[in-house]
């Protein structure tokens, strides 16, 4: 192995580094986030989120259950839920676009979308 071979295999480990670092940067939305909340599919509530944003909480009282999301900065979650399984408490932060969580039982949903493309990625 040459001294040229090692020069060419650390240039293209490099160079597939940074091109998967550019990938990543084009393919997330990060933009102006908005919060939708869904109540038995229809819109109950859609608010912009942004890194300054106080914390705070929004209660759901229907006819199916109770919900409450928390909302912090450009993060929100279902901290509290009242449904058997709590799998829409386990789920965690949302804080990129395109992420969801689904309270089932309670018909509850909470969605991040942004005012760009619903493009994620492009393949060709």
Not at 74 to 102: F, H, P, T, Y
Not at 112 to 120: A, E, F, P, Q, W
Request: charged share 25%.
């Amino acid at each position: 192995m040459t001294k040229w071979d090692k020069i060419l295999i650390v240039s293209i480990v490099m160079f597939s580094m940074i091109g998967l670092f550019i990938v990543k940067e084009i393919s997330v939305n990060s933009g102006n986030l908005y919060l939708v909340i869904e109540v038995e599919g229809k819109e109950y509530k859609k608010i912009s989120l942004d890194a300054n944003k106080e914390k705070e909480l929004i209660e759901i009282n229907s006819e199916e259950g109770h919900n409450l999301i928390e909302i912090e900065g450009s993060s929100v979650r279902i901290a509290e839920a009242d449904c058997k399984d709590q799998l829409c408490v386990k789920m965690g932060w949302l804080d990129r676009a395109n992420q969801i969580s689904i309270c089932l039982p309670n018909r509850v949903s909470i969605k991040l979308i942004t005012n760009k493309s619903d493009v994620d990625i492009i393949s060709y």
